[in-house]
């Protein structure tokens, strides 16, 4: 296996050890299936040790991805020849080889996913295992993260995560999943299912919730880079997965500035729009240009034109309210969502003025629940606020607090509660 | 300038598999870092991993060599490798060696003076 024509690689490659995880158990499980996926696991582990070990006291190699395939390969080799069981073949074995020094020629050096990646995609986001599980096991298999990583970012233990990966596992063997891409006739239904897997990965991340902040970011920034693959591979590019990867940049793109420097979270109208990540916004605009390519409108095309609407405005008031306002009717005739119909009210109420999502949220109680969600009562209080009624947007703003554990959500509503006291009491 | 040996040892050299691999790459690039500030200001000397094994103990007792496997001593720690340094005393190798990742995951560091010659 040479190298010598790969481009040089930086050493300290963000995320190196994670990525080189992902894609070398992709390969392997290719070669061997999946019911080597845990020895396989195992054996890439103990090569990212064994740098861990050796590297301190030798330097790092000056081309630390190739020394990592080489090691991870003898590693499986070394298991695969001492277990009987699997009854490996020489010639199996140098099967491996190759495939690992394909791969590895391949696009090992970008940050685009391997086309065994995306295989394995499929496989982890196979329609015979719940949601949750598809979401934890892609997490697992192909971005490379651990059961305590997984936890943290789900606000989950790592024994509940454990079992529902091996779970998702022994699923998806007993139904003898294979690695492959789709057939053309399943691939629509098959993309789908891996489409809200990301969605899924995206919001865990994006969600201001009260999880590990820095995994939560990786989450978001995971999904981004598997949607972007899908996007540029030629059986998976679709105008839908077009739209996702809009919805995503254009919402990361706002990440930096959601809080302010002390941890406090800033509404949309607060945050200083000249930080927004323009390569974001540019990549977002690319997709978004992509994804009305053709006949179709989905979901996401929807949810990607709000973020889109929300991210290019130049300013607050500049915000083109109708068009999302329109965005969010589309959306609530495909299906019908009571937070969305929050959010739709919220809109409402920028075009028409607060009395009118007083009114609307009136008629929202009537019909719906939101399981106490305290996004009810900080919309109320939002709009009380804005018509003057300071008190009762105090008395909201408190009902919302005594509802949500969640810290930066407390500490926004304590600020929130605070402002306005003093407002009534000057 | 003297030179001294930093023996860098540790209980279960098995501790770091429960590591995800983005922890492995962060610990990587604290020693990458820690390795890098010692060869720029030129007190690094060398340095080397021992084999993960126990290693010979050889001893003539009454003039018969006795080669037994190790560990040579009880302890249950293992001396992972070695670094080789130089300072001007103890205190600036004391300084050398405080900075050295091992230490900040459950590592000991034995550190003794090279004995000068001449």
Known sequence: MSFAHSPSVDESVDHLFRRHAGRMVSVLTRIFGFEKLDLIEDAVQDALVTALRKWPYTGMPDNPTAWLIQVSKNRVLDHLRANKKFQTTEEDLETVSNAIAADAGEVYFSNEVSEDQLRMIFACCHPVISPDSQVALTLKTVCGFNIPEIARAFLSTDYSIAKLISRAKQRLRLHGVRLGMPLPGELKERLESVLKVLYLMFNEGYTASAGDELIRKDLCFEAIRLCESLAKHPVTMSPEVHALATLFLAQAARFSTRCDNTGELLLLSEQDRSLWDEQMMDRAMQHFRLSASGETLSDYHLEAEIAVCHTFAKNYAATDWHNILECYDALQKRRFSPVVELNRIVVLAEIEGAEKGLIELENFRQNYDLNGSYLLDLTEAHFLSETGAHAQAAESYTKALNITENRSIRRFLEKKINELKASFAS | ?118
């Open chain 2, 1 to 118: 300038m003297p030179q001294y040996l930093l023996l860098l040892s540790h209980e279960d050299p098995t501790n770091f598999s429960d590591l995800s691999p983005e922890e492995v790459q962060k610990i990587v690039e604290e020693y990458k870092s820690w390795r890098g500030k010692i060869q720029a200001d030129g007190t690094y000397v060398g340095s080397n991993k021992l084999r993960d094994e126990s290693g010979k103990s050889l001893l003539k007792p009454n003039g018969q060599l006795r080669i037994t496997d190790g560990p040579f001593v009880e302890a249950k720690e293992v001396i992972g490798g070695y670094f080789l340094v130089s300072a001007a005393d103890y205190d600036q190798a004391v300084k050398i060696a405080e900075g050295c990742p091992h230490l900040n995951y459950g590592g000991r560091i034995e550190l003794r003076e090279v004995e000068n010659v001449g």
